[in-house]
T-cell receptor, first 116, second 119 residues
Framework: AQTVTQSQPEMSVQEAETVTLSCTYD???????LFWYKQPPSRQMILVIR??????QNATENRFSVNFQKAAKSFSLKISDSQLGDTAMYFC?????????????FGGGTRLMVKP | GAVVSQHPSWVICKSGTSVKIECRSL??????MFWYRQFPKQSLMLMAT?????????EQGVEKDKFLINHASLTLSTLTVTSAHPEDSSFYIC???????????????FGPGTRLTVL
């Protein structure tokens, strides 16, 4: 079974600054996907970024980028130029690739507060 | 897009009654749907996985007779909370996955959630 750990229950950052959210996971799989989801107060889950384990290049989506360290089983999210709208819960998630429907395992979440 | 809807968005019911929550994929065929429960300030916990036309697979600790899941079509799954009690009060979220769209085969699309309050 896979486990995902987010060691920072809460974080805060000043608007326009950079913040990094940590995530580690444990798996014996070699082929998998990793995701960061954002859950704002509306509680709608929003995909922020995803990383295929077989790709060495770190994924980037505008102000969001990841530092994927496969050997260390680490997958941190960096948010640059933080905006007030980035205030939300952030969940790291692991997906094992199979043909029977791809299940997600979530970390415990990090509550991010962006301060003006 | 890949839009998933849930209905109702919130429901209040009396203890002992049953509540049905619908999850629909609006613009794609969902080969697999997932049901999650999220308690306040906690993460999403997977309750069950359902594939169209077959019985749902429940996670350990989830009572299959209490949380009835039906996935009768490629666009609709329902979760029925039977004989609901106050401890069943939670936020229920569904998501859908499709193996029929190559570009998003490894992605889940989430519904907006349903807040259930049992009095």
């Amino acid at each position: 079974a896979q486990t995902v750990t987010q060691s920072q229950p809460e974080m805060s950052v000043q608007e326009a600054e950079t913040v990094t959210l940590s995530c580690t996971y444990d798996t014996s799989e070699n082929n998998y996907y990793l995701f960061w989801y954002k859950q704002p107060p509306s509680r709608q889950m929003i995909l922020v970024i995803r990383q295929e384990a077989y790709k060495q290049q770190n994924a980037t989506e505008n102000r969001f980028s990841v530092n994927f360290q496969k050997a260390a089983k680490s997958f941190s999210l960096k948010i640059s130029d933080s905006q007030l709208g980035d205030t939300a819960m952030y969940f790291c998630a692991f997906m094992k690739v199979n043909n029977a429907g791809n299940m997600l395992t979530f970390g415990g979440g990090t509550r991010l507060m962006v301060k003006p | 897009g890949a839009v998933v809807s849930q209905h109702p968005s919130w429901v209040i019911c009396k203890s002992g009654t049953s509540v049905k929550i619908e999850c629909r994929s609006l613009d794609f065929q969902a080969t697999t749907m997932f049901w999650y429960r999220q308690f306040p300030k906690q993460s999403l916990m997977l309750m069950a996985t359902s594939n169209e036309g077959s019985k749902a697979t429940y996670e350990q600790g989830v009572e299959k007779d209490k949380f009835l899941i039906n996935h009768a079509s490629l666009t609709l799954s329902t979760l029925t909370v039977t004989s609901a009690h106050p401890e069943d009060s939670s936020f229920y979220i569904c998501s859908a996955n499709t193996l029929l769209r190559v570009l998003t085969v490894n992605e889940q699309f989430f519904g907006p959630g349903t807040r259930l309050t049992v009095l």
